[in-house]
């Protein structure tokens, strides 16, 4: 049972404009969430977070959005870079805070 | 400092045999998780160890095993290979075993089965 779906496999974006990917969740007691970015043969790297708490979080070109009510978040990149090419994976903790719960990823291709 | 190291990082089993995989922590990180990445389901839970204990489990059958030792070096063991376990194994470490900390990952063990 995915829990946290993204529902856009793939993105397509040229360099300069803005990237937006979005996530959504159905367990309502998640309240913390997390993008991370991942380079073929390479873990995920953390990218950015948000508490429950927060409507939006701000990392230089990143910012993430929460709505709680329509269990929704969305990654914007601003300006878009070649390098942000990479497979993005949003996740989820909840209450227990042992596991997060990932999303299948979208794929961001930033072409020049 | 050194990130989380996972060896071996890549091997080739056939089915019915077992793997080990090993994991070592960033220095100071005393929670280890293992995570499957395939290409169909994306990163699946394993399980989490926080000072030698398992702390919760994934929704994987018994075959998949893991351990954390007392220098907070975790190894996970899959028994009877399957080909359906043909996949990216991912260790991750944290400071704390509750709570918000953010989750380092190692650049994983990429199982074959034949």
């Known amino acids: 049972d995915q829990q946290v779906k993204q529902n856009s496999p793939s993105l397509s974006v040229q360099e300069g404009r803005i990237s937006i990917l979005n996530c959504d969740y159905t367990n309502s007691m998640f309240d913390y969430f997390l993008w991370y970015k991942k380079y073929p043969a390479e873990g995920p790297t953390f990218l950015i977070s948000i508490s429950s708490i927060k409507d939006k979080n701000e990392d230089g070109r990143f910012t993430v959005f929460l709505n709680k009510s329509a269990k929704h978040l969305s990654l914007h990149i601003v300006p878009s870079q070649p390098g942000d090419s990479a497979v993005y994976f949003c996740a989820a903790s909840g209450n227990s805070g042992y596991a997060l719960n990932f999303g299948k990823g979208t794929s961001l291709l930033v072409t020049p | 400092k050194a990130g989380v190291t996972q060896t071996p990082r890549y091997l080739i089993k056939t089915r019915g045999q077992q793997v080990t995989l090993s994991c070592s922590p960033i220095s100071g990180h005393r929670s280890v998780s293992w995570y499957q990445q395939t290409p169909g389901q994306g990163l699946q839970f394993l399980f989490e160890?926080?000072?030698?204990?398992?702390?919760n489990k994934g929704n994987f059958p018994g075959r998949f095993s893991g351990r954390q030792f007392s220098n907070s070096r975790s190894e996970m063991n899959v028994s009877t290979l399957e080909l359906g376990d043909s996949a990216l194994y991912l260790c991750?470490?944290?400071?704390?075993?509750?709570?918000?900390?953010?989750?380092?990952f190692g650049e994983g063990s990429r199982l074959t089965v034949l």
């Open positions: 991750a470490s944290r400071i704390r075993g509750l709570g918000t900390g953010e989750l380092f």
């Open positions: 160890y926080f000072s030698e204990t398992q702390r």
